[in-house]
């Protein structure tokens, strides 16, 4: 141990610290400075932990507390503070440039030690500044955009007042800063693991080694007399059904007789200290019986093939899709393509790790236990306990999540937090390592896909088949609707007279998918897009023409059999053609040597909602006494933006400003059902809600006569009013896929620049342009941010980023994208209302997802004559197809 | 199924959605049962649905919870938490869970027609 003296943002302190401590200990246990995060266990390779010491940028997760005697540190505590911000905090609001939130404070100070040596860094300097800090929402775009504005602000060339709009310029259309961006700016937004908990214990969980075995035994009696060890929980000690249930119960809570995949939990150790419960942890004895693994779907449905959970198919959903006759259109079709693609395993990466907190709030029988953590769908999470644990009275309660994608539909540590905290009746803490998060969240489902697409003579589009294989992995998670969402959106922007499909659900002894930013499209719309520009290649066609010549026109039928009322795609394809042609043209010039030019283009048409029918939201207002209003809905908000959508568009229908707007957001004890924070669903479905319950408000108002709360309240009315959405779909047909799936959709085409390094396979993204119609812009910033962080994750996809269960174990293996990755981006937005979205708006977080990758790999295609059908395409699979090998 | 109570054959959907003819009345189910439309809620519905689930005729006590669901529902947009219950009704919560078969959850709130969270994407 070791005495050293910091000056820590102005206050010096002394630490008596042992080797292993980090700087990052000293300022999140010691000083409960939470503002600077932990995410990738301590590897220094996301730069959430940034802070600057003597002047410099250090991680501080990798930086030891004794080689700090004398230190001068500064925090993001020590900049500014929600009430009196640092321009830095300023610009970064100001530019849009919070999402989650969870990467800022590290953003902010290395772009604070930029600023400190230079005040007016080009954005070159500023990626490369900045290149050792992670973020997973923006895209990096106004993370730059917010660097250049600090610098304007701190040369004294604007001032933020200057930039920031007021309500007084209307509350829709307009970047009015979110009402939580601030806080996290200023690292004073609570994530989970920031929260203090009096006395919580720290939880461990025993995992399996493998991938496919029977339990034979479990002997905790060693764990127990470890140090500090206050207990160990098996599945013997859930009083509740011990599933994880989204929708089928097939994934225990702690695995009783089987373990199904890797990294599956048999047991959890509680201790003082996390210390503690992983030492005890390692000591817990389970004896396994091996089982044989199937790790490929063809290998799940080989003749014969074990049952990977008794009872259930291993291909546990076919599920048809039928509208006319494709083999007969297909037959006599003047061109057909025929081709097999494949998308691969992802794991979301969200910076924040898996995190989780339960206590009881009061004794006796019918205590409550309030479970906090990460969960963007909060009153399913608290039904999907209360199963699990036989525990009714439980309150769960949303922290500030960073960022999710899909994975935080799922429960993940809360289970295991929640059930020790009723076992023990203490309060239980559990923070996930990084790995540890990736080995228990759910991924994007890797899907196989074989296609046949055919045209007439005039290029018009006769038919699609199409056959896939969806790897569901050890757990179904919301598997079956992803499923479906791939045959609803099957035809994507297109009209195709004849559809004929086949998606297969396949266990197996592997990750498993879940939703991820998309939802199953992402992949489907791969074979199509791609299957799209061959045909219009075969052809002799032009493919954005070819794109035009079959867009789906209003009155025509989506692969469902849905009459379209309304269908703004073919506008989207207009809107690309002068940057495609430009590009065209820029790209012809160009000296095709050993580094070549391509562009693609690609599109797509994604549906608002749920999987099935019957998506229902409900939102409460309640007029306060100052003429304020709060809003009362559970709609989580893990950043993009749902905050802004609900205070603007209460601010714009209340004629008030948007510092009275109040939201009650994150608790199931306060708010009504508002569904899952997915599907792009939440603007249409609670925006409308919202709309709905502010109209009741104010015709009771209307009624009474009454202009204030004092008024209303005199006319013996309720001050509190509660809105409702019912999305009016139909399900789809099982044996034909036929229905009526969505009321409305989000448009959009986008087109790829790239260069290929034909000697090393490297692809680099020179720009991707996106045209999005997303019927109403309620938050310009926003919408941008969602396309900008969609079209950065959609090139992840398209490639580098491949996740290998129990082989990728960080950031630097997920090929996380980075400053050095990130692409110049150009956002064209159109505003066709949507004639029954809130305002005529749409939500738009996940199609960006859609057309990416097609996009991509047209431009590969266009460059080099070589198409990639499996991704991602990584510099060997480039280089295999330039030889040609398997693309 | 108790038999007579359905009338013509269920229709299940790809999404686990079942469309049941009751009482002249083509209805919409999820895939646990709950009813998709509040609006197809009526007490001779939840009369049948109760005689589906093993119970006979409702009595006064469950209409009591029954409507007290309802009602809170219709006013929070959410069930009530069993403390809420509890004061809403008078009965205790070994009562409350006593009355229904698979507990107020699981059967109470699929009787007073309150839709199922467990909505997905």
Avoid at chain 1, 539 to 545: H, I, K, Q, S, V
Avoid at chain 1, 732 to 746: A, F, H, I, N
Avoid at chain 2, 111 to 119: D, F, K, M, S, Y
Wanted: hydrophobic share 40%; charged share 25%.
């Amino acid at each position: 141990m070791k005495k050293v003296v910091l000056t820590i943002n102005g206050i010096q302190r002394q630490f008596h610290v042992d080797s292993d401590r980090v700087l990052l200990d000293l300022l999140r246990e010691d000083l409960r400075q939470t503002g600077t995060k932990q995410s990738c266990d301590r590897k220094g390779q996301c730069g959430a932990c940034t802070v600057i010491v003597n002047g410099k940028t250090v991680r501080s997760c990798i930086t030891k507390a004794e080689k700090l005697d004398g230190a001068n540190v500064i925090t993001i505590e020590g900049l500014g503070t929600p009430q009196n911000p640092h321009l830095i905090q300023e610009a970064f609001v100001l530019a849009g440039a919070v999402q989650c939130g969870f990467c800022i404070p590290g953003m902010i100070m290395a772009a604070k030690a930029l600023l400190d040596r230079n005040i007016n860094p080009a954005r070159e300097e500023i990626k490369k500044a900045l290149q050792r800090n992670f973020c997973r929402c923006t895209g990096y775009v106004k993370i730059i955009d917010a660097v250049v504005l600090a610098g304007r602000f701190l040369r004294g060339e604007v001032t933020p007042d200057q930039v920031r709009p007021t309500s007084g310029e209307g509350h829709i259309g307009i970047s009015l800063p979110r009402p939580t961006s601030m806080v996290k700016a200023c690292g004073v937004a609570e994530f989970t693991a920031d929260i203090f908990l009096q006395g919580a214990l720290e939880l461990a969980a025993v995992r399996s080694p493998h991938n496919h075995a029977l339990i034979k035994s479990i002997d905790t009696s060693l764990a127990e007399k470890m140090p500090g060890v206050v207990g160990v929980i098996t599945a013997k000690d859930i009083k509740g059904t011990n599933r994880l249930k989204m929708i089928v119960d097939d994934q225990p809570l702690l695995c009783d007789r089987k373990v199904f995949v890797m990294g599956n939990p048999v047991a959890a150790v509680v201790a003082d200290t996390k210390k503690q419960a992983l030492a005890a942890a390692k000591m817990v004895r389970v004896e396994y019986e091996l089982l044989a693994e199937m790790k490929k779907p063809e290998e799940a449905m080989a003749p014969g093939a074990p049952q990977i959970h008794e009872g259930r198919a291993n291909v546990c959903l076919c599920l048809p899709q039928v509208k006319g006759d494709a083999e007969k259109a297909l037959a006599s079709s003047h061109a057909v393509v025929e081709a097999d693609f494949s998308t691969q395993l992802i794991h979301q990466s969200p910076l924040e790790p898996e995190a989780a907190i339960a206590y009881l709030e009061s004794g006796g029988d019918d205590a409550k236990l309030v479970v906090i953590g990460r969960g963007i769908n909060i009153h399913q999470s608290k039904m999907v306990l209360q199963d699990a644990l036989g525990w009714d009275n439980i309150r769960y309660e949303e922290a500030f999540a960073g960022g999710q994608f899909g994975i935080k539909l799922d429960i993940t540590a809360e289970g295991l937090a929640a059930a020790a905290a009723l076992h023990f009746k203490r309060p239980v803490r559990y923070i996930c390592s990084l790995e540890e998060s990736m080995w228990i969240s759910t991924k994007r489902h890797p899907v196989t896909m074989k296609v046949r697409l055919g045209a007439d003579r005039l290029g018009k589009l006769t038919a699609y088949c199409i056959d896939f294989i969806m790897e569901n992995g050890a757990f179904t998670s919301v598997g079956y609707a992803i499923l479906l969402r791939c045959l609803q959106m099957l035809s994507g922007g297109y009209n195709i007279p004849n559809v004929k499909a086949e998606g297969k659900l396949v266990y197996t002894n592997n990750a498993w998918g879940g939703a991820a930013r998309g939802a199953g499209p992402p992949q489907t719309n791969f074979a199509l897009e791609s299957a799209m520009t061959m045909l219009a290649m075969k052809l002799g066609m032009d493919p954005l023409e070819f794109r035009l010549l079959n867009s789906l026109k209003i009155g025509e039928t989506t692969s469902t059999g849905q009459v379209v009322e309304e269908w703004p795609f073919p506008g989207c394809l207009e809107a690309i053609r002068p940057h495609y042609e430009r590009a065209k043209k820029e790209c012809s010039t160009f000296p095709q040597g050993r580094i070549r030019r391509g562009v693609g283009v690609a599109g797509g048409a994604f549906g608002i909602g749920p999987a099935g029918p019957g998506d229902k939201a409900n939102i409460a207002v309640e007029l306060n006494p100052d003429g304020g209003l709060t809003v009362y809905g559970g709609v989580a908000d893990p950043g993009e933006g749902n905050d802004s959508m609900l205070t603007q568009i209460a601010a714009h229908a209340m004629g008030i400003p948007m510092e009275k707007v109040r939201l009650v957001i994150r608790d199931t004890d306060r708010t009504p059902y508002s569904g899952s924070a997915s599907g792009s669903r939440v603007t249409y479905m609670c925006g409308n809600a919202l709309l709905s319950a502010i109209d009741l408000l104010k015709r009771a108002m209307s009624e009474a006569k009454a202009t204030s709360y004092d008024q209303l309240v005199a006319a013996g009315k309720p001050t509190r009013y509660q809105g409702t959405k019912v999305q009016m779909t139909t399900p789809l047909d099982p044996k034909t896929g036929q229905g009526v799936p969505y009321e409305s959709r989000v448009f959009g085409v986008q087109l790829a620049e790239v260069e290929i390094d034909t000697e090393t396979g490297e692809v680099k993204i020179l720009k991707m342009t996106a045209v999005v119609d997303v019927g109403k812009v309620i938050h310009p910033q926003n919408v941008e941010g969602q396309i900008e962080g969609g079209l950065d994750m959609g090139a992840g996809m398209a490639l580098r980023e491949q996740y290998v269960h129990g082989v990728t174990k960080d950031y630097i293996q997920t090929r996380f994208p980075t400053m050095g990755t990130s692409f110049e981006t150009e956002i064209i937005i159109l505003e066709t209302p949507r004639k029954k979205g809130p305002l005529g708006a749409v939500g738009v977080g996940e199609f960006v997802l859609l057309p990416t990758n097609a996009a991509i790999a047209d431009a590969i295609c266009d460059a080099t004559g070589v198409r990639i059908r499996h991704l991602p395409a990584r510099p060997e699979r480039v280089l295999a197809a330039l030889a040609g090998g398997r693309a | 199924m108790e038999e007579g109570l359905a009338t013509g054959q269920d229709q299940v959907y790809a999404s686990g959605h079942r469309e049941r003819s009751i009482a002249g009345r083509k209805i919409l189910f999820d895939a646990s049962g709950f009813l998709l439309n509040a609006d197809d809620w009526s007490e001779e519905l939840a009369e049948i649905l109760a005689r589906e689930n093993g119970m006979g005729p409702l009595d006064d006590s469950r209409w009591k919870v029954v409507h007290f669901l309802r009602d809170y529902y219709r006013r929070c947009g959410r069930p009530p938490s069993n403390h809420e219950l509890k004061e809403g009704t008078g009965f205790s919560l070994m009562i409350l869970e006593s009355l229904f078969p698979g507990g107020v959850r699981g059967t109470a709130r699929l009787l007073a027609g309150l839709p199922n969270p467990r909505t997905c994407l």
